[in-house]
């Protein structure tokens, strides 16, 4: 095969063409980029960006909400929420408020505060420790295994129990500490250490 070789009309007429050819395959040396800076897990504490979370130094925002994700947040935080007022336990229901952990800054779908621990001043940017109890909902961008690495994040955190919830396969698992237990859709699952005598059937919580 013969190979044929183009001279670029700029190119010096005194450089043989073997050599014009291997000027220009040589790759441009790029400079160095700058390093990211990071963000300090104070630093966001005290300023949080919406829909973020901390992870390890970085920001990862909160995305992949579905109907059936939504829909299984809201009823669970209107189920929490009216539970504790008619009991009379008291406390507060909240969305997405973020808290920190003995590693990261989470946002829970869903958590409860006790009346012991909700602040004096009936407000703050972020929670000192995990919420005593709380709730994520899988989302299909959502890994199990994440998920339940991220509930046991917060149990060492001070969270007494974690409920996790897969609409899609109509599943709730809820750990207090111990061992999971699993709910299917034709079970009733209730609360075991927080917000005392709580119970939903999976289908009405994941319908």
């Given at each position: 095969?013969?190979?044929?070789?183009?001279?670029?009309?700029?190119?010096?007429?005194?450089?043989?063409?073997?050599?014009?050819?291997?000027?220009?395959?040589?790759?441009?040396?790029?400079?160095?980029?700058?390093?990211?800076?990071?963000?300090?897990?104070?630093?966001?504490?005290?300023?949080?960006?919406?829909?973020?979370?901390?992870?390890?130094?970085?920001?990862?925002?909160?995305?992949?909400?579905?109907?059936?994700?939504?829909?299984?947040?809201v009823k669970l935080a209107r189920f929490w929420g009216?539970?504790?007022?008619?009991?009379?336990?008291?406390?507060?229901?909240?969305?997405?408020?973020?808290?920190?952990?003995?590693?990261?800054?989470?946002?829970?779908?869903?958590?409860?505060?006790?009346?012991?621990?909700?602040?004096?001043?009936?407000?703050?940017?972020?929670?000192?420790?995990?919420?005593?109890?709380?709730?994520?909902?899988?989302?299909?961008?959502?890994?199990?295994?994440?998920?339940?690495?991220?509930?046991?994040?917060?149990?060492?955190s001070g969270c007494l129990e974690v409920w996790l919830?897969?609409?899609?396969?109509?599943?709730?698992?809820?750990?207090?500490?111990?061992?999971?237990?699993?709910?299917?859709?034709?079970?009733?699952?209730?609360?075991?250490k927080v917000l005392a005598g709580f119970s939903v059937?999976?289908?009405?919580?994941?319908?």
């Amino acid at each position: 095969m013969t190979a044929t070789i183009i001279i670029p009309k700029n190119a010096d007429p005194k450089i043989e063409p073997e050599s014009q050819q291997k000027s220009e395959n040589i790759p441009e040396i790029q400079p160095e980029s700058e390093p990211k800076q990071v963000i300090s897990l104070e630093d966001f504490l005290v300023k949080p960006a919406d829909r973020m979370e901390w992870v390890d130094g970085n920001l990862v925002e909160k995305t992949g909400m579905t109907f059936k994700h939504g829909l299984a947040q809201v009823k669970l935080a209107r189920f929490w929420g009216n539970y504790k007022d008619s009991s009379g336990q008291g406390g507060e229901v909240i969305t997405e408020v973020l808290c920190r952990t003995a590693k990261q800054g989470r946002r829970p779908d869903v958590a409860y505060i006790t009346p012991e621990l909700l602040p004096q001043s009936g407000n703050f940017t972020a929670f000192f420790q995990s919420f005593p109890l709380i709730a994520e909902v899988a989302s299909p961008e959502d890994s199990g295994e994440e998920l339940f690495a991220k509930a046991q994040e917060y149990l060492e955190s001070g969270c007494l129990e974690v409920w996790l919830l897969f609409p899609e396969a109509r599943l709730v698992f809820v750990n207090a500490g111990k061992n999971w237990q699993l709910f299917n859709g034709d079970e009733v699952v209730n609360t075991q250490k927080v917000l005392a005598g709580f119970s939903v059937a999976v289908s009405e919580l994941l319908a």
